[in-house]
């Protein structure tokens, strides 16, 4: 199978143009007006196969290497002279100066990194200097720093005060569990007691109200019917067994009976019409 062919790089020329150098322009077709102007060569990209210089305006532009006539120390410049503002050097010339100055410091900084460098390389190899950082947490320092599942029992235990039990929390401690109950359960009472507002309507009635109530429901019941009152609905087991258990639930608070304890449909038919003895 045929393979795409790789784009040729490009070449480079024989001898490259050294960073900071003076060249002058010639052989442009495209702006003839700037042949015999004076760059300043910035690098070569080799991606494009041009220089990449700066002009006396301050401009950066990309110029092939065969537009470019290299300027020696001895060669005289030959046509205009530059414009130079009075009191100060020009823009070409800043430009250059700046470049060298950022030359020099990278060159510098680069130096002292490379003493760095040596100096921590001969104090680790002297042992002086620790291959891997120092740990946040230093033993000898700041004491045992726990790390897995320790017993506390193994743990230093920290004296704190205890603080004294008053005479009401000294005679709690010595009460049994019933009476501590037992006396929950009268204090609840005696602030049912005093409560006389309305109780809420979903609050199931203890035992006694509901025999209470029962009671009070059959009195007034044999009273108004001369003692002919039903205990249980007149349906049988079989009817009863069809209904809904809302509906059993409403038999149940006619006749005067709690649903409480009872779970499934036939625990309400057993409250409401229990099943023959055999």
Do not use: I
């Not at 784009?7 to 010639?26: F, H, I």
């Amino acid at each position: 199978a045929a393979t795409a062919e790789e784009a040729p790089a490009v070449a480079g020329p024989a001898a490259l143009l050294e960073k900071g150098s003076r060249a002058r322009l010639k052989g442009l077709v495209s702006k003839p007006e700037n042949n015999g102007r004076l760059v300043q060569v910035n690098t070569f990209l080799f991606d494009l196969g041009k220089y990449q210089v700066v002009m006396e305006d301050g401009r950066s532009v990309k110029v092939k290497p065969e537009n470019l006539e290299p300027l020696r120390d001895e060669d005289e410049v030959v046509g205009p002279a530059p414009k130079r503002r009075k009191g100060g050097p020009t823009l070409a010339e800043k430009v250059a100066a700046a470049a060298d100055k950022a030359f020099a410091e990278a060159a510098e900084a680069e130096a002292e990194a490379a003493m760095e460098a040596e100096k921590v390389a001969n104090a680790m190899a002297a042992g002086d200097v620790r291959a891997a950082p120092a740990p946040a947490h230093d033993p000898k320092r700041d004491g045992f720093l726990p790390t897995v599942c320790v017993d506390p029992s193994l743990l230093p235990k920290r004296e704190e005060p205890v603080p004294e039990e008053t005479a009401e929390q000294k005679r709690d401690r010595s009460k049994s569990r019933e009476r501590r109950q037992k006396e929950r359960m009268e204090a609840v009472k005696a602030r049912l007691e005093a409560d006389k507002s309305s109780r809420p309507k979903w609050v199931m009635p203890s035992p006694e109200e509901l025999a209470a109530q029962q009671a009070a429901a059959s009195a007034g019941g044999d009273a108004a019917a001369g003692g002919a009152t039903l205990k249980e609905p007149e349906q049988s087991r079989e009817e009863l067994m069809k209904l809904s258990v809302g509906k059993l639930k409403e038999l149940l608070k006619e006749f005067g009976k709690t649903a409480r304890g009872c779970l499934e449909k036939r625990d309400f038919v057993d409250r409401l019409k229990p099943a023959p003895k055999a």
